[in-house]
Structures are given as C-alpha cells and as structure tokens.
C-alpha cells in the first residue's frame, strides 16, 4: 500500500475511456434513484460496467439496419409484443422485436446483458446466504420488500438505459414500456434470485400456506362454496378447467411477465361466470388446482407486478376466502 508508478518523460499520455452516452444515462438514472446502495458491490459493479465499457462492440447491436423494418409495422403488430411461449402461425417472416432484445440481454458483449449479470453476480454474493437464513416471516417479509423494491428500480433504470442504446427503435421501445419491463424483469428475477425471492416470500405466507394445505387434504365440494353443481353450463365448466390448469401454470413459471398474462387470461375465465358466482368459481379453481403453495406464489407476483393485473387480487381473495387466512 501507498506505493505508485510514474511513467517516464517519453511516456505517452493515455486518455481516459470516454463513458458511452447510455452510460451517462445509466450512471445519473442509477445515482438518482438508488444512491442509498452506493456501497453495495452490485452497485459499484454496474457503475464501473457503464463507465468502462467499449465503444467498438456496440454497432453489432445498434446498426441501423437491424431494426428498420420494425418502423414500418403497426403499434398493434405482433412482432412488437413481448410473448412468452409459442408465437402465432402467422409470425414467420420476421422475426419479434422482444425475441431479438431477448437474445442480446443474454450476450456478455452487449452492455444491457453486462449490466445484469454485473447486477445479478455482486447482489447474490453479498446478500444470498443472509437472505436464505431468514426463517422468520416478518423478517422475511422486511427483506422481501426491500429486495423487490430494488429490483423493480434497477428495472427502471435498465428500461431508460436501454432506450438510450436502442436509438433506432427507441420509440417502439417507449411505446411498449410495460413489455421491456416485463423482458427485463424476468431476465433478472430468475434462477438463483428468483428461487431466493420465492424462499422468502413462501416463508411470509407459510401460515395461508399451512392453512390452505389443511383444506386441501379434506377439499369442499361445490355445493358448500355456493355453487349448485347442476348450474354449471358446459362454458362454466370448460373455463374452471382452464382456471385450474391456468394456476398450475402460474406456479410453474419463473417468468413474472408470463404471470402477468395468465392473471389475464384468468379473469378473462372468470366473466365466463355470472358475477354473483366468481368469487366462489375462484375459490373452487384454487382448490382444483390442488397447490398449497400458491398464496407464497401470488404474494410474490403482487410485489413484482405493480400495475396489479386483473385476476391476481380475485385470486388472492380466493385464498383468503378458502383459507380464513389473511393472503
């Protein structure tokens, strides 16, 4: 310590790597709304990534061509929606604009995916093994919040930077906000953070989950939620179905923007059923699905969705309607 070179007087001078213009807009956006974790080694990883980053790789990402024909489709275009899973028939000739950005957040050489796995690689090595300690609900659930809250503004900030690198489509991108947040937030809440996060959050509502496992070994039929089995039309019954294999799929899936779409489709099932009667069609579709673990799962998926998706609340009530537990 405190030793330091000089260089000779023949020495050229070596100018500093200038910062890339998305970094700048990294570095202020990450300064302004997370400057409490200024010291936490993800945060110094990522600021260091965005300053230091090389100018000569980022064209292959960038280069006009690449995205030009996605100008010239319409807002509602598919190609232009993030889709999970199968793509529509018709989607042959192009290519989607959100499978594309898929592809590049997975490559080390482009500065988004660099980002991430900087973000993704510091945070579970100072935090994970405290986090996986917590055996307490309320200390879970401190650090449940804190942790999706981080998440969901390094998100953000990932979301403003990513329009500053994608200049080409930066409008698409501004247009279709929720689906690169979406993108971008089942890129980082996945594999080891997304098994911590769903740790932390099944241990909140291990008393929902003890409560709803208790019914489920001795399930109520139909009759005694309110619902006269003879009123169930073929649509009702086709969409209970769909509900119960809707939820198993819910469970099943790491990918929160996925979560989001079968909340749709789930309420979407639900006006298949008179009003009167979808709080019980809910409850019934709970206890079809047979998963005691799905109040942990929809808690996890109220932090990380914060426009609320249609069905999740409906859902959760179901729980709590199912369980006399607070969900």
């Not at 319409?74 to 592809?103: C, H």
């Not at 510091?122 to 981080?150: C, N, P, R």
């Not at 769909?242 to 749709?264: D, P, Q, V, Y």
């Not at 069609?281 to 808690?299: F, R, W």
């Amino acid at each position: 310590m405190g030793t330091y070179c000089v260089r000779g007087s023949g020495a050229a001078d070596l100018p500093p790597r200038p910062t890339r213009s998305w970094g700048k807009i990294f570095r202020k956006h990450l300064a302004s709304s997370l400057k409490q974790h200024e010291d936490d080694l993800w945060y110094l990883e990522t600021w260091r990534i965005a300053g230091t980053w090389p100018a000569e790789q980022d064209l292959a990402y960038v280069k006009a061509d690449r995205w030009a024909d996605f100008l010239q489709l319409s807002p509602l275009s598919p190609y232009l929606k993030y889709q999970v899973g199968e793509k529509s028939e018709s989607q042959t000739n192009l290519r989607n604009l959100f499978d594309m950005l898929n592809a590049d957040f997975l490559d080390q050489k482009n500065p988004i995916a660099a980002l991430i796995s900087g973000f993704l690689t510091m945070f579970m090595k100072q935090y994970a093994a405290s986090l996986a300690q917590d055996t307490d609900a309320e200390a879970a659930y401190g650090d449940l919040v804190k942790v999706s809250t981080l998440v969901l503004k390094f998100v953000v900030v990932l979301v403003t930077t990513a329009s500053a690198f994608y200049t080409n489509v930066a409008i698409i991108l501004q247009q279709r906000r929720q689906d690169l947040e979406g993108l971008l937030l089942a890129l980082i809440v996945r594999a080891d953070l997304y098994r911590l996060v769903t740790s932390l959050a099944l241990c909140v509502q291990a008393k929902a989950i003890s409560s709803l496992a208790e019914v489920l070994a001795c399930p109520p039929l139909p009759d005694s939620l309110g619902i006269e089995k003879k009123s169930i039309t073929p649509s009702m019954d086709r969409a209970l179905l769909e509900m119960k294999n809707l939820l198993g799929a819910f469970i099943t899936t790491e990918n929160l923007h996925s979560r989001r779409g079968i909340c749709l489709s789930l309420w979407e099932c639900l006006l298949k059923w008179p009003e009167d009667r979808r709080p019980a069609a809910a409850a019934l579709a709970v206890i079809q699905t047979g998963m005691e673990t799905l109040p942990g799962h929809l808690y996890l998926s109220r932090l990380l969705l914060t426009d609320s998706p249609e069905g999740l609340e409906t859902f959760m009530q179901a729980v709590t309607s199912v369980t006399s537990s607070q969900v």
